[in-house]
């Protein structure tokens, strides 16, 4: 096996050809080989006479959709029911990339399928697409060809990465919707500013009154919009960039933004949840495919998507691979539940801990559930009254001068 893995595998290209066929018919099309050696023999193959074979060029845009998490957990799927049918695993991996509608996951499982038919380890393979299988991924598979129970890891991978998906599509809807209220209110209000109160402006030069404060400072900003409008939108712009470039480049200011967001109303609450069911979902997953604890506390620590969450299970790691108790490091941490911390006592106890955490992501990827439901029902009528009262303070603030000198007539 290490002398396969010495050679480098050629990938699969795509080339379009020319030619004439048995029936002397000219025909043309497209082709997938590594050399154009390989296509001419192939075309030979097919009673093709081939007069021209070259490399289809790249799009300067890509040559098809990308590939979302999602498609991986399809995939998960898919290649856990085929083993679990006793379809070989290169077969497995064929029918899976000739049905995938996303070309790009098509291009990436026919590489992979050339690898493993070459004598390369799934797990390695999978390795040298980390953007698509991360290290927990390949550390369970792996797993998975030594136990000889790959079938079995990958229904185990499909599960772990259905409930994550599931889990990260709650969390977005969640954040939705006080992005949107922020979002609609600034563009009314924008527009309101720009467009509309420069008309009342207008009226309000021929008064000959002195307008009252809230008029006032309405029409201050107005005219600050109107002539510094594109000052305003390239500065949330900039603002949005320079923090998200800190949030993925500055571990420090990272670790203080999760620690702030996991803090705030309702939102905060949701994000807490959503920690404590990934982190025990990912914790029963590996502990249950064979993984050390010590490696599965690892592999929970990288997947919590929280520096604060990640921070306390890299603590618990440390505890236990010195001997301590998973529970006791855990209330050490403050970061975890009381009744999350009981159950993991009892798994320990008990020498049920994976299953035991399994019952604990349920009912915690629930409790998201719910909750977002809530927030939900919560923000519809919210947004009604925010923007009622955007709306409605620009209306009064420039009818109020109508309304007091009608008061005087």
Known sequence: MAQVQQFKIKELEAFTYKGVNRRGKKVDGEIKGTSIAEVKALLRQQGITPSGVKKKPKSLFGDGKRITPLDIAIFTRQIATMLGAGVPLVQSIDLIANGADNKSLRTLMQKISVKVQAGLPLSETLREHPKYFDDLYCDLVKSGEASGALDAIFDRLAMYKEKAEALKSKIKKAMFYPI?????????????LIF?????????????????????????????????WWVVLAGLIATFFMVKKAYSGNLMFRTWADGRIIKLPVIGNILNKAAVARYARTLSTTFA???????????????????????????????????????????????????????????????????????VANIYEQEVDDAVDGLTALLEPMIMAVLGVVIGGLIIAMYLPIFQMGSII
Do not use: C
């Open 289 to 359: 495919a064979g993984v050390p604890l010590i490696e599965a506390l690892e592999s929970a620590a990288g997947a919590s998507g929280n520096e604060v969450y990640k921070n306390a299970i890299l603590f618990i790691r440390e505890e236990v691979s010195s001997g301590n108790q998973m529970h006791i490091a855990m209330k050490q941490t403050k970061q975890f539940p009381e009744m999350v911390v009981q159950m993991v006592a009892i798994g320990e106890e008990s020498g049920s801990l994976d299953s035991m955490l399994a019952k």
């Open 196 to 228: 509309v109160v420069p008309q009342f402006a207008e009226i309000f030069a021929g008064f000959g009154a002195q307008l009252p404060a809230f008029t006032l400072f309405v029409l201050g900003i107005s005219e600050m919009m109107q002539a510094y």
């Open 180 to 192: 949107a209220v922020l979002v609609i209110a600034g563009i009314v209000t924008s527009i309101l």
